[in-house]
């Protein structure tokens, strides 16, 4: 009997479970892009219009230049968290699908992996929705320099992605994703400087904050957006893998071990 403690064998044999999510959401794309891409639409263009128009530069640049980077890390996590939160799970414990694949020779891990650059893969287009809007309303500094966020936005999805399998693994049922959204998403939201600079915060959020992925996201985007090479790239790439990858090795080691139960 297989460990569940036991480290992730990655193979190449993950693609199949990719390609079978994408030729699903394929037939319903344009639904699932609109709903993506509502809510932090209407954000940055509510906020960064309305509420930009009554306050000076923020952080050295128009508010809804400000706003418009923190966005695109927003919107890159919530495509991640909501397709491995109720996609995965509905194909895991609804549907029942990760059962026929596995009667495939597939393993668990190869599932997995495969949900997880399926969730990077789909939030990718949320944040390159926001991206091309940004590059519409000319709110970059350099448009060479935006496209460094392409490869941002691609490991921050895989960083939420990751983190949100470990909520899909121990959920027994859909309410209980709300937890996960309420005492984690919402607080990285107000924490990590999507709407606000983070020096604005007391100085124990500030410390708090240093430690959120969201922040290492925004703080990579945010740069790249004005035009400037973000500080301390490296320590925030880590940041970021680290969350996915830990993610991703716990999330297995759990469903593992609720499958053998």
């Not at 949900?115 to 940004?134: F, H, P, Q, R, Y």
């Not at 600079?197 to 708090?208: K, N, S």
Request: proline fraction near 7%.
């Amino acid at each position: 009997m297989t460990s569940p403690l036991r480290m992730p064998r990655l193979s190449w044999r993950f693609i199949p479970v990719w390609q079978r999510n994408y030729l699903v959401w394929r037939k319903l794309a344009i639904p699932s892009i609109l709903g993506n891409l509502a809510d932090p639409m209407l954000y940055m263009l509510g906020l960064g219009f309305g509420l930009g128009s009554l306050l000076p530069d923020v952080a050295g640049m128009p508010y809804l230049t400000f706003l418009a980077a923190g966005t695109v890390a927003y919107s890159t996590m919530n495509a991640a968290t909501f397709e491995v939160l109720y996609s995965s799970f509905s194909r895991m414990h609804v549907q029942r699908t990760w059962d026929a694949i596995l009667n495939a020779p597939l393993t668990l891990d190869d599932v997995m992996l495969g949900e997880l650059t399926w969730a990077a893969s789909k939030s990718l287009l949320s944040g390159l929705a926001i991206l091309a809007v940004i590059w519409g309303l000319g709110l970059y500094g350099n448009f060479w320099m935006t496209l460094w966020i392409i490869p941002v936005v691609a490991l921050v999805g895989f960083c939420f992605g990751g983190m949100g399998l470990v909520m899909n693994a121990v959920s027994p049922s859909y309410d209980f994703f709300l937890y996960y959204f309420t005492l984690v998403i919402t607080p990285m939201v107000l924490l990590c400087g999507v709407f606000f600079p983070v020096a604005q915060l007391p100085g124990p959020m500030q410390a708090i904050s240093a430690w959120l992925p969201l922040t290492h996201a925004i703080d990579l985007a945010r740069p790249l957006v004005v035009g400037r090479v973000p500080d301390d790239i490296a320590l925030h790439v880590f940041g970021l893998a680290a969350y996915g990858s830990v993610g991703y090795v716990i999330a297995l080691a759990l469903t593992r071990r609720r499958l053998l139960r």
